[in-house]
T-cell receptor
């Protein structure tokens, strides 16, 4: 069974640009969550999508957005990039209820210069 | 407020030593789940264990064991006879409330270095 796949693995962008990250969950999983990991703030929840609907959202500005497609693949977009957006972005895939564990991808390392 | 505290920022041990990673959580919910994840240098978070709030049984899996105590709101993780391959960052996480599926609250992580 294939794991969670995130693309690309590494990205370098310039301030003011926008970026789109992709996540393909484990086959059969309908929930995809996104997390931002930075040395200062640790792991922080961005949002969760389930059956193409945003089900939960963390405390991030509107520049961070996402969507989920009918095949459960998800994308997150960050517009008007800031230096502070440099982070490891992790995607988690799960069955969608509390009684299941979340499996994570290897992440996308975004560097904003 | 919901919170997870891992007070140990870094731990360094010599191979074959036992090591315990501490995790203390806060939640007002009666139904919640606790997790431990391992993050090797590659960056991926590797699932280790899930425990729900109604199951206080300790668990052992090979060299790993977990001690869940609701009375002290703790969910500690012990590695017996540590190995160099155990070197990683370990995260404790909380999933609480029926409306918060997918929203894990993580501790700050404990970096474990196992020296040969």
């Amino acid at each position: 069974k294939a794991g969670v796949t995130q693309t690309p693995r590494y990205l370098i962008k310039t301030r003011g640009q926008q970026v789109t990250l992709s996540c393909s969950p484990i086959s059969g999983h309908r929930s995809v969550s996104w997390y931002q990991q930075t040395p200062g703030q640790g792991l922080q929840f961005l949002f969760e999508y389930f059956s193409e609907t945003q089900r939960n959202k963390g405390n991030f500005p509107g520049r961070f957005s996402g969507r989920q497609f009918s095949n459960s693949r998800s994308e997150m977009n960050v517009s008007t990039l800031e230096l502070g957006d440099s982070a490891l972005y992790l995607c988690a895939s799960s069955g969608g209820n509390m009684n299941t564990e979340a499996f994570f991808g290897q992440g996308t390392r975004l560097t904003v210069v | 407020a919901q919170k997870v505290t891992q007070a140990q920022t870094e731990i360094s041990v010599v191979e074959k030593e036992d090591v315990t990673l501490d995790c203390v959580y806060e939640t007002r919910d009666t139904t919640y789940y606790l997790f431990w994840y391992k993050q090797p240098p590659s960056g991926e978070l590797v699932f280790l264990i899930r425990r729900n709030s109604f199951d206080e049984q300790n668990e052992i899996s090979g060299r790993y064991s977990w001690n869940f105590q609701k009375s002290t709101s703790s969910f500690n993780f012990t590695i017996t006879a540590s190995q160099v391959v155990d070197s990683a960052v370990y995260f404790c996480a909380l999933l609480h409330g029926s409306g918060n599926t997918g929203k894990l609250i993580f501790g700050q992580g404990t970096t474990l270095q196992v020296k040969p």
